[in-house]
């Protein structure tokens, strides 16, 4: 172990918590009167726009983080990130996701060696092959071109390229692109998914990308297995070669499967799961759908990001300045949760995905040297696209828990609507909102201003809004493929930022180990109940209660299984 010092045993920590007791006695009503703090706490870069005045701050809490983040040596670790240094410590691996986007001229090195051509070979084999499948010049085992793709995989090898694929389909580049084609994701061992996927579809035109590290993940597997059998039992066995590839480095359980080993697409044990969005687990079924010159352009737009956390001032570097304004809320405000509303349809999945990179990443309980923190470290973060939010859970957000926002806009709509004889077009219409719910969260309404509109005294505490509701606004040019992986990579940055401050390792995740064993069990023990009828026997009262209840309700299920795919 190294140094067992706990960032909140450091000065800066401490000035900070007393700072705080001051800061909670203001109002954001008073603070947004400052136009010179306010002026002071927008940043722009590469068209994208920060404002974060409506953040419960000042001008000295600000100088205060900056004086936390040089103790917690933040600069030091981005450097060490981005130098391929082994900062996931508990897994002795490099952290490099930023090299899966570098340039192809990048220098970025692992061990001695300079990962980006490896990066690049990939990417190049990655383009070949989905031209070869987009002109159909590779085509199914009865000679028809394969259109749709249902990519294979859970957890960090779904929700991102599910979250950046949601985000292409309204594009107008990226629509063209795909014509013709569909792309879907199974990720659920849950059989409703694969009947879902599976629907509609016909395994003469359909392409199956299986999406695993280690060609070992229990659902994924289950799943390819799945999949397998869809295609064998209408196409034959040997068509599994023509309508099946992998992303995995297990070269040999990929041949095993019977997928042949080169159509399999590499990544590293440096790429984190949910952060490996801008390998091969998103890039090839992203490129299978809308070429691969829309999808680089994605990965040039978080290489911009990269290039600016790594180089630009911490005064002006967006990831930093929002990785330390979580800090202060969840760490000295109190405020355990964040909300990440975007006003745009097309980002319906960026909270889901950036739910599991916060809470994966950050959702420790010890330091990075193994040491109890006393404090709590991550935050729990949801969310939903505005304005579908507001007729949800912004009830709460306004007059119940204080919980920190993030609204994310759009100038330019993807699919802009105009209405004859309207006031304002579609898009201006979800803007305004957008502009207006985080003052409303800042100033709220008082009593005074109630009675003043006449509202009966016995309505005025329940219409009484308190304010002082901190958020923060990102406005994007467009939504695009390169403003997709612009923001991609600003909540990547911003997540390790957290980590860093706070101590932690935001790489590792070994809280997802002990439910999958625990699971291993169960599985056994439903085996040999239904093909021995072994009573449930070795676990609690509880669980073997449930376990005997669900055997005898699901007894018609066969103990010796004959394959069965779904019936839609």
Known sequence: MASSTLICDTQPWKELEAHAEDVKKTHLRDL??????????VVEFDGILLDYSRQLATLETKEKLFKLAEVASVKEKINQMYNGEHINSTENRSVLHVALRAPRDAVIQSDGKNVVPDVWNVLDKIKDFTEQIRSGSW?????????????????????????????????????????GRQLRFLANVDPIDVARNITGLNPETTLVVIVSKTFTTAETMLNARTLREWISSALGPSAVAKHMVAVSTNLKLV???????????????????????????????LSLQYGFSVIEKFLKGASSIDQHMYSEQFERNLPVLLGLLSVWNVSFLGYPARAILPYSQALEKFAPHIQQVSMESNGKGVSIDGVPLPFEAGEIDFGEPGTNGQHSFYQLIHQGRVIPCDFIGVVKSQQPVYLSGEVVSNHDELMSN???????????????????????????????????????????????????????????????VEGFIWGINSFDQWGVELGKSLATQVRKQLNVSRTQGEPVQGFNFSTTSMLTRYLQASADVPADLPTRLPQI
């Open 434 to 496: 957008f502009f207006a719910q985080p003052d409303a969260l800042a100033y709220g309404k008082t009593s005074e201003q109630l009675q003043k509109e006449n509202v009966p005294p016995h309505l005025v505490p329940h219409k009484i809004f308190s304010g002082n509701r901190p958020s923060l606004s990102l406005l994007l040019p467009s939504l695009n493929a390169y403003n997709i992986g612009q923001l991609l990579a600003i909540y990547e940055h911003r997540i390790a």
């Open 32 to 41: 947004l009167s400052d136009d010179e703090r306010s002026r002071s706490m």
């Open 255 to 285: 041949e095993k499967f019977g997928i042949d080993p080169n159509n399999a697409f590499a990544f590293w044990d440096w790429v984190g799961g949910r952060y490996s969005v801008c390998s091969a687990v998103g890039v090839l079924p």
């Open 139 to 179: 085509v199914g085992a009865t000679g028809k071109e394969l259109k749709d793709v249902i990519a294979v995989g859970i957890g960090g090898s779904f929700l991102g390229p599910l979250f950046v694929h949601t985000a292409l389909q309204t594009d107008p580049e990226a629509i063209e692109s795909a014509r």
